[in-house]
């Protein structure tokens, strides 16, 4: 009797589906996941995402790091020297064309490939996604997002926020059983059950493994989203690295997080867009019959009105020039305080001069 093929997970997202979560447990988790008998292969977390804009071909990559380049293939060696099951995951692999995408499955031609697809409604991904995106240094409006202008990047667009146009072009080539979609878990859910789902389609024990107990990646409000948008219109054109610890480490995440926060939505008269986006996404893994973990019906809806209230908060045309002025001021005022804790008492241009 012949031994079953290997598997490869192929976790290819979308953003703001609780990826990171997911992927804190990976790593954090790396070595009982090899003596479990997945290998997660690379060097971290950092390397799974320059090989999903390898195998995209994306142009320059050589300066995101001089190892970019070739990152994809780099990962696969390593999982054909592994004879166990392989995970790779990162969310801007579904961003890959249907040419790239039937790629990356036949760079495992003796293998069994699943790919797994982590959901949530649209109206919360694009939501989150386009906050996302200004964190990271765009200032791109919502509207001319919605209009299909790129928010700093493809990985940015509806093309990755769009969950059946994704699974339109990883899946045609795979049988059912090995698409999986894990929706996002709602309010009051087990807080470990995205990860349970998740552990479930690899084949491990869920509860041997460290979960976090606080939130990762918080969000944002809106105001302060709006804030950084425009303070990013100024900035000069920083390298990705610059861009990750300086507007997404340091405003963001630091100065402005710290301000108290009012949650952002989305207009109302995009309801029917969305209701849309999710009706032909319920619809392709009904139809297909996908695994699903988790309440599929929370990407279908009968009311058009519900997509919006599940991304229900604070329109960003609402937020008013003295709100952006006192976020202003106070992330100006958090800054003066930390270049004084860093340089003395006096200003580095001031230095030197009588």
């Given amino acids: 009797m012949s031994a079953a093929p290997r598997r490869v997970f192929l976790h290819i997202g979308l953003p703001k589906t609780g990826t990171t979560y997911l992927q804190q447990i990976v790593w954090a988790n790396r070595d009982r996941l090899r003596t479990a008998g997945v290998l997660v292969p690379g060097f971290g977390h950092r390397e799974h995402l320059w090989a999903a804009l390898d195998l995209q071909e994306r142009p320059r990559l050589e300066r995101r790091h001089r190892d970019a380049p070739g990152a994809w293939q780099r990962l696969v060696a390593e999982a054909a020297a ?11 692999l579904c961003g890959a064309s249907a040419e790239q995408a039937s790629r990356a499955i036949a760079s495992f031609p003796d293998d069994e490939v699943h790919v797994v697809v982590t959901a949530r409604d649209a109206a919360s991904v694009v939501s989150a996604g386009w906050q996302e995106s200004v964190k990271n240094g765009s200032s791109v409006d919502l509207d001319s997002v919605m209009d299909g202008k790129a928010a700093g990047g493809p990985e940015f667009s509806m093309r990755t926020w769009d969950l059946a146009g994704v699974l339109e072009r990883w899946t045609p080539d ?8 894990l929706v996002m878990p709602g309010p009051g859910a087990p807080p470990d059950l995205h990860w349970r789902h998740f552990a479930q389609v690899l084949g ?13 990646n918080p969000a944002l409000g809106i105001v302060q989203i709006e804030t950084l948008r425009l303070v990013n219109r100024h900035l000069p054109s920083y390298s990705a690295h610059d861009r990750g610890v300086w507007i997404r480490g340091y405003l963001a995440e630091d100065l402005l997080a710290r301000q108290p926060r009012e949650r952002g939505g989305l207009p109302e008269h995009y309801r029917v867009r969305f209701a849309e986006l999710d009706r032909a ?10 695994e699903v973990l988790g309440d599929l019906s929370s990407l279908g809806v009968d009311d058009a009105s519900e997509p919006v209230r599940r991304a229900g908060g604070r329109e960003p045309g609402t937020v008013s020039a003295e709100e952006l002025l006192e976020s202003a001021a106070r992330l100006v005022a958090d800054i003066v ?3 004084r804790a860093s340089t003395g008492d006096v200003p580095p241009r001031l230095r030197g001069k009588p």
């Avoid at 795979?174 to 979609?181: I, N, R, T, Y």
């Avoid at 491990?204 to 990762?216: F, H, I, K, N």
């Fill in 281 to 290: 996404a319920t619809r392709i893994i009904t139809e297909r019959g996908f």
């Fill in 82 to 92: 592994h004879a166990g099951d392989v995970l790779l995951t990162h969310e801007f």
């Fill in 174 to 181: 795979l049988p059912s059983g090995q698409v999986h979609v």
């Fill in 337 to 339: 305080a930390d270049v």
């Fill in 204 to 216: 491990v024990d869920p509860d041997a493994y460290d979960v976090p107990t606080e939130s990762v």
